[in-house]
């Protein structure tokens, strides 16, 4: 009851996204973060994201190569 409507917005949306999070951690072993600090922080997030994005682009291409 203390949160106000933008907090609600913001907590929904967060545990909406939690189980992609854990999933994508798990099935591409990323663990704990080892770079010190916020901006350590900041890097392992987008870093994850690329190998994410790197591994979707690169099943994509195999599919369209065996297809082709």
């Not at 890097?43 to 690329?50: F, Q, T, Y």
């Amino acid at each position: 009851k203390s949160l106000n409507a933008q907090q609600r917005r913001w907590l929904k949306r967060r545990q909406a996204i939690e189980p992609t999070i854990g999933h994508t951690k798990h099935d591409h072993r990323m663990d704990k973060c080892w770079l010190k600090g916020s901006e350590g922080d900041a890097l392992h997030a987008v870093l994850c994201a690329a190998g994410f994005n790197i591994r979707w682009l690169l099943r994509a291409l195999r599919r369209q190569l065996q297809a082709g």
